[in-house]
Each structure stands twice: as C-alpha cells, then as structure tokens.
C-alpha cells in the first residue's frame, strides 16, 4: 500500500512536469491572425490546399471525409474529429475517395454550400448521401519566435474517436464562426485568443493520447511522454539558467551519457544542449516582451554569465539583437506587418 501510494504520488509528479513544459512552450505562442470557414456538402467534392506558411485546422461536425498529405498515410475523418497541420503541408481533402479536384481552396474561407453553387433541387443520390459539415480554419503567430517550438511538432496532429469533446468543440468552433463574421470591435482579438485555446487543447489531448498508447514514435510530443526523456526536457524549462551538461542530464534521468544523448537526439530531432539554447532563446523572447528587464538582467536569469554572449547567442537566433527584437514586438501587429 505504501509502495502504491508512492508510485501515484511519483506518477502525478511527473504528469505535472510534463504539463509545465506544456505551459511554458504555448506561453510564447500567441496567435496573430486566424480565418475561419465552414462548408457543408452532400455531394461528391475535393479540395487540393497548396502548401503555405500557415497553419491549417479542419473539423468534423457532420459525416466524413479523407485527408491525404504528401508523404503521409490517408487519414478518414468522422464526426468529432479534429485534425492540425502545423507546416501548412500540401493536402487533399475529399468527401468522396472517387471524386474529382472540384473546389478551389478558397472555399475554406468563408460560408460555401455545393447545393448553393450548383443549384437546383437535390438529385435522389444526393438524398441518400449523408451531409458532410466541415470547419476550416487557418492562422499565423505574431512573433518569429514561435519557429523555436513550432518546427518540433508533427506534420499532422489528429483528435480522434473523442466524442467525450465535442460538446466543447463544436461550441468553440460556433463561438469563433460568429466573431468571425462580426463587425464588432476587437472581433479579430477574440478570435486569436480562441484559436489559442484551441490549439492548446488539441495539443493537450493528443499528449493524452500518446501517453495512454505509450508510443515509442519519434517527435517532441513524443519525446515529452517518453519517462527518461521527458524528465529531462521537464528539467531544462524548469531550470534553464543551470549551467546544464550532457552528463549531469543522463545523472538526473537514471542513463549513462552516450545512451542519454543518442536517445534524447533520436526522439527530440537534435542533441540535448542545442535544445537548451532553444528553450533559453524562447524564455529571453518573452521576457523582452513583457517586461522591461534590463538586457543584462535577462541575460542571467537565462543562463549567460555576460550581456556579450547572450547577445551574440540572440542574434543567432533571431537574426537581430535583443533591443531590436523588443522594439519589434512592442508595436501593434498591424505596424509591425507594414
């Protein structure tokens, strides 16, 4: 009994570091500009999406279509279902596996009915035809340095068999849809924050999903599930300022150096000490963001021992110096994007 009450409190423990990882990554993701749409069809259709800098999103609310991407297996969507394409790869979705590339993708954009565009009563076929009702959405982030984290995630993240979700889902998804179409002020505002809600739950319940399969599948989701790895990336947000090494990282997670670091590179996409810049740079990011931390300041509490160095190590990474940076993303998005 002892031993069991242990083993829970050393469970939840780690369940809890894995979130604050979580949390810390999406703190510094911040949605500029999402656009939304919804089509709805009883007849057979194709849309072909051409790559883009964006990210894309599709909801299922009513029957089922399929999604192919390059590269990747098809994926058949149902009710419920939510899917995320994080590099804005080239895809198909089709309502019929049959059907011809009919629609421009445009057409997730904004309300589009085939039965209104065509016209004309429905055909018996399409009576026995089940209506497919899809959400579309597509955003970008405000600042350059969601590239940091938003690069380590899969080319697709799927929500499936979920029907538990939905209720909050379609609510979502109905709540952005009318801020989309309004003209009320900040409208734009409360869409961005919605879509960060989101993308957070999404991300969160497909964590759930790879930790209830325990996959042993490549990726930073992946890796953040993965018992020894994922302490070890829990350990680099909670205490970047650490002067961290290879070795005292494998110490703490119970391996010997090279296995730790062959096994942190494999599942995460590159070695240990590259990551900790990665989370240094994205915690220096928002601190010159919202607050007024001098350069030095901010230097230590992320780990450098002088201005110069962290300096030098920002610009790397941004391409411009930290003064620079915090003018950029003190101006209101719009001035920012002319």
């Known amino acids: 009994m002892?031993?069991?009450?242990?083993?829970?409190?050393?469970?939840?423990?780690?369940l809890r570091m894995k979130q604050d990882v979580l949390a810390d990554v999406l703190q510094t993701l911040r949605v500029g500009r999402a656009q939304y749409g919804s089509f709805q069809s009883d007849r057979p259709w194709a849309i072909h999406v051409r790559p883009s800098d964006t990210v894309r999103f599709y909801a299922l609310l009513g029957g089922s279509?399929?999604?192919?991407?390059e590269g990747e297996?098809?994926?058949t969507l149902t009710r419920g279902d939510l899917v995320v394409l994080p590099h804005g790869t080239r895809h198909t979705l089709k309502g019929d596996e049959q059907a011809p590339l009919a629609c421009h993708e445009s057409v997730l954009e904004h309300t589009w009915s085939p039965r209104n565009a065509h016209g004309g009563p429905p055909t018996a076929a399409?009576?026995?035809?089940?209506?497919?009702?899809?959400?579309?959405?597509?955003?970008?982030?405000?600042?350059?340095?969601?590239?940091?984290?938003?690069?380590l995630l899969p080319s697709v993240i799927t929500m499936q068999n979920r029907s538990h979700t939905l209720p909050w889902l379609e609510s979502t998804l109905r709540f952005i849809e009318s801020e989309s179409d309004a003209r009320r002020p900040g409208a734009q505002t409360v869409v961005s924050r919605l879509t960060d809600l989101l993308v957070l739950q999404v991300i969160r319940e497909h964590l759930t999903s790879l930790q209830a399969e325990g996959t042993a599948s490549s990726g930073w989701l992946a890796a953040l599930v993965e018992p020894q790895i994922g302490t070890a990336l829990a350990l680099l947000h909670e205490r970047p300022a650490q002067a961290w090494t290879v070795q005292n990282l494998a110490r703490q997670v119970g391996m010997s150096r090279s296995a730790f670091a062959a096994r942190f590179?494999?599942?995460?996409?590159?070695?240990?000490?590259?990551?900790?810049?990665?989370?240094?740079?994205?915690?220096?990011?928002?601190?010159?963001?919202?607050t007024r931390s001098a350069t030095a300041e901010i230097a230590d509490r992320v780990g450098y021992v002088s201005d110069t160095a962290f300096c030098k190590a920002f610009k790397r990474s941004f391409g411009q110096s930290p003064g620079a940076y915090r003018r950029m993303v003190r101006v209101a998005p719009s001035q920012r994007a002319a």
């Open 65 to 69: 279509c399929h999604l192919e991407l």
């Open 73 to 75: 297996t098809g994926i």
């Open 265 to 290: 590179t494999r599942l995460v996409g590159e070695p240990p000490l590259h990551y900790l810049t990665r989370v240094r740079m994205a915690k220096a990011a928002v601190l010159l963001r919202d």
């Open 126 to 151: 399409s009576d026995r035809r089940e209506l497919i009702r899809l959400v579309s959405g597509r955003f970008t982030f405000e600042e350059p340095y969601h590239r940091h984290w938003w690069t």
């Open 2 to 14: 002892v031993f069991s009450a242990a083993r829970a409190r050393f469970i939840a423990y780690r």
